[in-house]
Each structure stands twice: as C-alpha cells, then as structure tokens.
C-alpha cells in the first residue's frame, strides 16, 4: 500500500506535469494513441518472453519519434497520424495476444492497472522513469513553454523547435510507460487531460495553472488508493471517478461564477477521455 | 562609420511557385526606422519571413554585416511581433508570464552583442544584462503601459492589448532590431495612437532600429526615417519625403490611400 501510493504520488505528478503541455498542444489524443502503441509493446513481451515494461519503451519510444518524423515529412495531418498510430498499436497487440493463445492476468492489468499489485523491480522503474520527466521538464520547462506557446516565435528566439519536439514527445512516450502500471493503458488520457483542463478552467498563470494540476492529481490519486484499498475497489477506475467528480465540480462552481475568467471555449476539444 | 543593421541583397523568395518577392536590395542603417509599405500581397511577410529565418530565399541577407551561421546565431537578437501571434486561447499565461518568454535568449543576446562588437558597432546597453529579468520585465510592460495587466490572462486581453504585450515580450529581450509585421491592423485609433507613441519612444530613447510594415501611411509618414515600397518588386527605397513628393507611386500602392494622405497634408 506505502509502495502504491508512493509510485501513485510521482506518478501523478510527472503525468499532469507533462499532461499540461500535451493539453495545450492540442496532443491529448496523441497520448492516447501512444497508450494503445504500448499495448502492442506490452503485448510483444509476453509473446518473446522478454519483460514487457522494456519492450513497451522501445516501441512506445520509437512511434513517437517516427509519426513525428512522418508528419513533418509527409503533412499527414495530426488527427489522421494519431488515427494510424491508435490502430496500428492495438492491431498490433490483438495479433500477438492471440498468437500467445490469450490473454493472461498480468496482460489484462497492464490494461486495466494494477498499482495494488505492483513488483519491486517495476515500483523502482517507474519511480526511474517518472523522475527522470520530471527533472527533465524542469531543466527545459521555459523553452517548452514558449514552444507550446507559439512554434514560430520560439525559432526566432533562437530555440532548436525540431530537437525540442522530438524530445517532448519522446518524454510523452515514456511518461505513458509510467502511467499505465497507475490506472492501466485504457485509462491514461484520463491522467493526462482531466487535472489539466480542470486546473485550466479556474483561470490562473502558469505556475498556479501546473500547482492546481499536480494537487488534484496526488489528491485524487492518494484517495483512489486508499479507497480501492479498503473497499476493494478496482484503483484506476477509482482515481480517474475521483478526477472526473472534481472537474465536473469545478464546471459547476465556474458556472456558478465562482472564478471570474471568461469561459472556456472548447472543452470538448480538449476532453478526450474514453 | 554607422553600421548596416541590416542588409538585404538581391532578395527572391519563391513560395508554392509563385515569386512573392522578386530581387528586392535594400540596407537598413542602425538607428533607423524603416516603414514599408506595399498592397495586401506584396510579400512584405514573405520578406521578414525570409529575413528571420522562417522562409528560404534566393540572395543574400546580412544582420550587421554577418551570413551564414553567423547570422542564425544573430537572429536571437531580432525582437518579432507578427501581424497575429496564433497562440492557445486557453494557454494558461498571464501577460507577465508572455513577456518573460523574452528573457529566453539573453545568453545568446550577449554572445551575440560580443560578435557586433568586435564589428566596431557600439552597443554596450546590451550588456547591462545582469540586473534581473523580473526588472527588465517590469521596465518593458511599463513602456507598452501594461503594468496594471501583468498578472491577467493574455487570452483575456484585447487585440491590441495583447499586441502591446507581444511588442513588450519583444523588448524585454534587448533587441538590436525590431521586425513589427503591420502590428496594428484592425485595432483602434486610441490604440494605435499608443503604440505609435511606443514606438517613436524604444527608436528614439531605446536607440533600437526598426523595420516596421503598415498601410496607415499618416503614421508612417510622422515616425518612419526612410521608406520602402514593395508590391513583389521594390519601387521605392529612400527618405520619406521623396516618397510622398512622388506621384507615380500611387501605382504601386492603394491610391485612395494615398489620396487620403495628400489630402489630410494639404488642409
């Protein structure tokens, strides 16, 4: 349970660090299909017997870097790529899983998460991973932002934006290896999205914007734990419910003109949850 | 001798087979402000596009007499404000948090200022960058007049006040240049009035040399040194009241506007 939750806390955090830049980039789907390119990674594991976590970098690494590669090369356009790497990804995992005749339990709680569960040798990797975006995203937090900002100002300012992206979204990647032990590869773009855009409703600067994000996400990931823990609940479902409950609250109490900033004007755009 | 802020050589720039700009050869000297005008579609973006990196081009470009890698390593030192900064209009950012986007490429500024330096161009301001961004910041709001918006959202901002924001995230990086792509169209007069007071203050106090595009050729005519008139070729580059002196231009350039001028001169 301590273990859980410490993994669950850096987790969360790393997530709506990197969530943040993915939501106003208008990448929250790109998460999303990254998740679905780690099943196939997780699935390739199993079928070579290697341990999936690995495998799952490397594939999860490799599209992000590649279908970035081909949308400056090609002008596939964003949605149609991220449609291609979707189905790519879980084509790829439904073929391997039924040539390794089935699914096994540890396959189904990378889909689902099982943070409960969770060996010592995948707690360290994670905590690993996490930190790593972490610091990372802090040691470039301002050419990021002035790159997530607008592109085209940020090259005049003298900021290599091509090696910027690549490593960005190779971060994305890794941070979706990190998540998905946390609420599972169905559920991640409810990490990534949902803490932002509440915390982007509310209407502050940056820095407030990225604190009110990483206090919902440890608040409602130390409260799904705990609850799934002593009721014996599924924790993913119960993290992303919690996340769910305070975005509609904050709807609510903004609507209620609670924060005094003009409205939002495309949520749906921006929720992307399945 | 005054040095060659920019120079632009023999400039064409061929965009999805068209020719936007077809040879253009200009020099901007330090200290100048440059106006150019020219219709819609002249290639006056394509041109600063080309000027900043953004667009490739056939000629030569020099910034303060430097090509190549040189020069890309100099481009940091051009303060930018487009026609329309296309930014996230639900980007978490205050306009204090835009305007420290610019304290970036102060490293860069000062190698830079190093490298013009050794060119004989006097530019010791640039080193007076060890005081803290946050004054620079403050001081840079201050000269746009958004000292009171600093901590509001920039999404929550007007047009122009968002424009006075950028021009200030411009400044605030100590520019030796500024590139100002028509930063006021469709913004009222009290506003424009503002900038154009902005303006003359960073050319005239800030000693910052400027390249600025408009079609309101009152205020290009007040604040600009020299003129630039462009409609693919350039037709005209010289002191302003050659420009104005000069009728045959009104081919070139949106005749009732030009009317519009004389008339407003003649009263």
């Known amino acids: ?274 | 001798m005054p040095v060659n802020a920019l120079d632009v050589e023999n400039v064409s720039v061929n965009h999805n087979g068209v020719l936007a700009v077809n040879k253009i050869s200009f020099s901007v000297q330090e200290g100048d402000l440059l106006g150019i005008v020219g219709p819609n579609g002249a290639g006056k973006t394509t041109l600063f596009r080309a000027i900043l990196g953004l667009q490739s081009y056939q000629g030569r470009i020099k910034l303060f007499g430097y090509e190549g890698n040189q020069y890309t390593s100099l481009l940091s030192m051009i303060g930018y404000v487009p026609q329309k900064v296309n930014f996230e209009p639900n980007f978490p950012a205050t306009v204090y948090d835009v305007v420290s986007m610019g304290t970036l490429s102060r490293k860069k500024l000062a190698k830079g200022a190093a490298l013009i330096q050794s060119c004989g161009c006097c530019w010791n301001r640039i080193f007076q960058t060890s005081s803290k961004d946050s004054e620079k910041i403050e001081e840079a709001l201050k000269i746009v007049g958004l000292e009171s918006f600093k901590d509001r959202r920039i999404s929550e901002l007007s047009g122009g006040e968002q424009q006075r924001a950028f021009i200030a995230k411009a400044l605030v990086k100590e520019p030796l240049l500024m590139i100002l792509d028509e930063p006021v169209t469709g913004v009222d007069m009290d506003v424009q009035n503002k900038f154009y007071a902005v303006l003359k203050k960073i050319n005239k106090e800030n000693k910052i040399t400027i390249v600025w595009s408009s079609h309101d050729l009152n205020a290009i005519s007040d604040l600009a040194t020299r003129i630039a008139c462009m409609n693919r070729d350039l037709f005209f580059h010289g002191e302003k009241e050659e420009f104005f002196a000069n009728k045959d231009l009104l081919k070139t350039y949106s005749e009732s506007a030009m009317q519009l001028h004389m008339h407003k001169h003649d009263m």
């Open chain 1, 1 to 274: 349970m301590q273990r859980a939750l410490l993994t669950g806390i850096v987790v969360a955090i790393c997530c709506s660090i990197m969530g943040l830049f993915l939501v106003l980039k208008r990448y929250s789907l790109f998460g999303d299909a990254l998740s679905h390119t780690a099943f196939g990674g997780i699935a390739l594991g199993f079928f070579l017997n290697i341990y999936p976590i690995w495998t799952a970098t490397v594939v999860c690494v490799a599209t992000a870097l590649g279908i970035t590669k081909l949308r400056k090369s090609t002008k596939i356009s964003g949605d149609a790529a991220i449609a291609v790497l979707f189905s790519a990804g879980l084509a790829m995992g439904v073929l391997l899983v039924s040539a390794s005749h089935g699914f096994t339990i540890d396959l189904f709680s990378f889909l689902f998460g099982s943070i409960l569960l969770t060996s010592m040798q995948d707690t360290l990797l994670i905590l690993a991973i996490s930190c790593g975006v972490i610091v990372t995203l802090i040691a470039i937090r301002k050419p990021l932002i002035h790159f997530t900002f607008d592109e085209e100002q940020a090259k005049v300012h003298g900021i290599p934006i091509e090696k910027l992206n690549y490593l960005f979204v190779a971060l994305a990647a890794v941070t979706v290896i990190a998540t998905m032990r946390l609420v599972g590869i169905l559920l991640i773009s409810a990490l990534i999205v949902l803490p932002n855009i509440t915390s982007i409703m509310m209407g502050k600067g940056f820095k407030k914007t990225i604190i009110i994000s990483i206090s919902i996400s440890v608040i409602a990931t130390i409260a799904g734990i705990t609850t799934s823990y002593y009721f014996n609940l599924a924790p993913s479902g119960t993290i992303v419910m919690l996340m769910v409950a305070i975005f509609v609250g904050t709807l609510i109490a903004k609507h209620a003109g609670l924060f005094s900033t003009k409205t939002l004007t495309d949520e749906n755009n921006l929720l992307t949850v399945h």
